[in-house]
T-cell receptor, first 109, second 113 residues
Framework: KNEVEQSPQNLTAQEGEFITINCSYSVGISALHWLQQHPGGGIVSLFMLSSGKKKHGRLIATINIQEKHSSLHITASHPRDSAVYICAVRENTGNQFYFGTGTSLTVIP | NAGVMQNPRHLVRRRGQEARLRCSPMKGHSHVYWYRQLPEEGLKFMVYLQKENIIDESGMPKERFSAEFPKEGPSILRIQQVVRGDSAAYFC???????????FGQGTRLTVV
């Protein structure tokens, strides 16, 4: 069983749609990260959360520590948002990060 | 996160050769993490280093792989006698002492032919 589960694995949306990507985890954490990876590209850290909600532009990330769940929302999606979005958690008892397998998002014009 | 520099970006090695991957952390960061992303798979933790110390290498293969983070210079991930199964993207991340946020590099894509 993976420590971090993401859904959906693949997502296709029309430009302008509201998008939600979900992440559930099974370990105690000190922080949760949402990362973005473009095809063949590097990894960009979008958010780091330990509680509540953060917003940056059209991106919103929320976390519910009790339910061990986080969501990444994209409002007014755009083709340039097409990428793989990865949820990663830092375990609070050690040094490891655990990663979800990613959600591949394609936004169609 | 542009401050974490990895080189080379792409590396091609023949089977049996050695691969050396470099990671220069952001200025002031003393913690480095290495991750491997195999084709069609998610990122997997390999090793966590502080300056001159390996803190956690539980994700490192037992043979052929080693990592170091010297007092001066970049962190090095070394793979000896590479095999085709080592072909992957290798990412490093860095952080400050006691800070949970980590910044990622662009990765090195290793291809073993």
């Amino acid at each position: 069983k993976n420590e971090v589960e993401q859904s959906p694995q693949n997502l296709t949306a029309q430009e302008g749609e509201f998008i939600t990507i979900n992440c559930s985890y099974s370990v105690g954490i000190s922080a949760l990260h949402w990362l973005q990876q473009h095809p063949g590209g590097g990894i960009v850290s979008l958010f780091m959360l330990s509680s509540g909600k953060k917003k940056h532009g059209r991106l919103i990330a929320t976390i519910n520590i009790q339910e061990k769940h986080s969501s990444l929302h994209i409002t007014a999606s755009h083709p340039r948002d097409s990428a793989v979005y990865i949820c990663a958690v830092r375990e609070n008892t050690g040094n490891q990060f655990y990663f979800g397998t990613g959600t591949s998002l394609t936004v169609i014009p | 996160n542009a401050g974490v520099m990895q080189n080379p970006r792409h590396l091609v090695r023949r089977r049996g050769q050695e691969a050396r991957l470099r990671c220069s952390p952001m200025k002031g960061h003393s913690h480095v993490y290495w991750y491997r992303q195999l084709p069609e798979e998610g990122l997997k933790f390999m090793v966590y280093l502080q300056k001159e110390n390996i803190i956690d290498e539980s994700g490192m293969p037992k043979e052929r792989f080693s990592a170091e983070f010297p007092k001066e210079g970049p962190s090095i991930l070394r793979i000896q006698q590479v095999v085709r199964g080592d072909s992957a993207a290798y990412f490093c991340a860095s952080s400050w002492v006691g800070v949970t946020e980590a910044f990622f590099g662009q990765g090195t894509r290793l291809t073993v032919v």
